[in-house]
């Protein structure tokens, strides 16, 4: 009985599954900057990894202001988004002081309504 043969698709795919997903975004932040959607899509069911890869590459990458990433998408659009900081003083932040990325903003300054969530 004869083997099959694999494709330049097959192989291609063996290698991509291979590569972390984290890495394979990184690669493609750059690819996409050209575009007019600079967007990335990671497509998998729950408990793929798409939260950890997405975290990774936030702290390795993307180095971005999170309330202005936010406040640069579309106004025309309705974004709901979930924080993960606390409000504390007149103060929104995000992360925590030794987190690279923690940021601190004065409530006062924002132009939009912000829900405390508590359990």
């Known amino acids: 009985m004869a083997r099959a043969r694999e494709g330049p698709s097959q192989r291609r795919r063996k290698r991509v599954m291979a590569e972390p997903l984290a890495n394979q975004v990184l690669r493609k932040i750059g690819e996409v900057c050209s575009l007019y959607h600079r967007l990335i899509l990671m497509v998998g069911p729950a408990g793929s990894g798409k ?8 702290a390795r990458a993307l180095q971005q202001d999170p309330l202005r990433l936010l406040q640069g998408l579309p106004r025309n659009k309705t974004v709901v988004a979930a924080w993960n900081g606390t409000i504390v003083d007149g103060y929104l932040t995000y ?25």
Do not use: T
């Open 51 to 58: 939260a950890s890869a997405l975290k990774e590459v936030s």
């Open 95 to 119: 992360a925590g002081p030794s987190h690279p990325e923690y940021r601190r903003y004065p409530i006062r300054d924002l132009e939009f309504p912000v829900l405390e969530a508590w359990k």
